[in-house]
Each structure stands twice: as C-alpha cells, then as structure tokens.
C-alpha cells in the first residue's frame, strides 16, 4: 500500500520521561477518587466540604490538567506511506523503514493513554513512544504496509480495549459539564434549601441576615461539593465498567463492542438514576 490513512489526530509522541510523567500524574488523579470516597466513608473524623474541594482540586484536578498538557505539548502527527513510518511534531521529525520494524508491543497499562512500542530490528525500542486513544488505524496501516507484527498487536486485549471504547466516542468538555456541575444543581438546590430551612428559618434566611455574599459563597459550596461527591460515585461505576471492559477484551475479543455498549448504558442509568435516589434516602425518615 502507498498511502495509508494517518494514525488518529489525538495522537502524542511521548519521550519516555515524558510520558513516566503524564502516567504518574495521570494515575494520581484517578487513584484519589476511589481513596477520597473510602475517607469520607470510613473516616470518624469530621471533614468539612472546604477539605473535600481542596482534595479533589489539589490531587485530582490539577494532576489531570498536568497530564493532559503533557499530551497537548506532545501531539504529534503518524503516517505510514512509501514504506516508511513518519512520527512528526514541531521540533521534531524521525522516519523509520517499515521493513526495519521487528516487533509492536501494545502497552499493558495505557497511561496516560493507550500506546504501543515500536521495536526495531537492533533491538532497539523508537524513541518517542507512541500512544492514541486508538491505536488500531495505526496497527492497521502497519499491517497493511507489510508490517507482520501488526496483526499479533491488533489482537492485543488492551488495542481491543481501547478499540471498543474510542468506537463508542470520547467524552468532551461540554458532555461532562452536563454530567457533573448542571447535573449536580438538582441535589445541590435540594441540600441548600434544607440546609437554609434548618440554619436561618427560611430559603432566603441567610440572605437577609448576612447579605448577598455570605448566601452566594454558601450556595457555590454546596454545588461545588455536590459535583465532587457525584466525580466519586461516578469514579467508582466508571472503574467497575472498565474492569469488565477489560476482561471482555482479553477473554472474549469479538464481544468487546457489545460489552463497552451494555456497561456504557448500565453506567449512566445508574449515575442518572443512583444520585436521586441516594438524595431521597438522605431524606429517609429512618
């Protein structure tokens, strides 16, 4: 084949302390949300929403926004065409044969995202390492290119994994918005209403009494601690979901789809309908 198609947009070539970077940032974020919900679960001690927010801004969101501008600063562009694997982004440019490619070795842990190593015949591994939230297009132009190695990767549980998922689409900024922060002003008006009843006698209590900033810096700390309990009740529906995912990819490849589907819908009726539901119990006269 000539020209096959590029590997996809959101690809990254990634120098390896780079990338040791972005995965241990990115690792950190999501490994405090399942620690801060066993916290506020299990903890006798009193946490007040203040430390919740800080939590979360401190070692989860900011290690997250590090990871992802690690991968925007290493975006690049992957071509395979006239037998030969181009890896281009600014500042830099390499071009390997793809005759001289020996081995392709999918990523165990896809962190900060899915990858694949490329391992010339030397021995030695191509430096940077290229990751894609898919790496499948890529695979398949190698394969098409005369690649031999790129049909065992194809077959990889985690490019199956990751196949499945960027099949199914990517959350973007305004899907999580939706999900969290507007979703979250159902509950949050529900808690500060009552919060508002118990504390000052009325709706409109504190507003009276201590004036327009005191009631608005009250109100965005329940919102703001309302859309962080719903990151970790998703953070744990998300996690069950991906270990299945996962499974599915490595025990039964040519259902991945079908799985990545069925945990896709079982998650959002449990997020969408779960957070009422434990609203509605929080007011539980037991």
Do not use: K
């Not at 001289?100 to 030397?122: E, H, M, Q, T």
């Not at 049909?151 to 999580?176: D, E, I, Q, S, Y």
Request: proline fraction near 8%; aromatic fraction near 10%.
């Amino acid at each position: 084949m000539d020209d096959a198609p590029p590997a996809p947009s959101d690809a990254v070539a990634l120098p390896r302390g780079w990338r040791v970077v972005a995965a241990a940032a990115f690792a950190a974020s999501r490994l405090n949300l399942p620690l801060m919900l066993a916290v506020l679960v299990f903890t006798t001690a009193p946490v007040t929403p203040i430390m919740v927010i800080r939590t979360f801004v401190l070692f989860t969101l900011l290690p997250g926004c590090g990871a992802w501008l690690v991968r925007r600063a290493c975006a690049a562009r992957v071509r395979v065409a006239g037998g030969t694997l181009t890896v281009t982004r600014p500042g830099f440019d390499v071009a390997v044969p793809t005759a001289s490619i020996a081995r392709l070795a999918p990523w165990w842990l896809p962190l900060p995202c899915p990858g694949v190593d490329v391992v010339l015949g030397s021995g030695r591994r191509l430096s940077p390492e290229l990751g894609a939230e898919d790496p499948a297009p890529l695979l398949r132009a190698l394969a098409d290119a005369g690649v031999a190695a790129a049909g065992a990767a194809l077959a990889h549980p985690m490019v199956v994994w990751a196949t499945a998922r960027a099949a199914w689409g990517r959350w973007r900024w305004p899907h999580l918005v939706v999900r969290f922060p507007l979703f979250a002003l159902l509950p949050t008006a529900v808690l500060f209403n009552a919060h508002q009843h118990i504390a000052y006698g009325g709706l409109l209590g504190q507003y009276y009494l201590l004036g327009l900033r005191a009631y608005v810096v009250t109100f965005a700390i329940y919102w703001s601690t309302v859309t962080v309990y719903q990151v970790l009740y998703a953070s744990v529906l998300r996690g069950l979901a991906e270990l299945g995912c996962v499974l599915a990819a490595a025990v039964a490849p040519s259902r991945a789809t079908r799985v990545r589907r069925a945990a896709e819908h079982v998650v959002r009726v449990l997020y969408y309908a779960g957070v009422p539901v434990m609203l509605a119990l929080r007011f539980a006269p037991w």
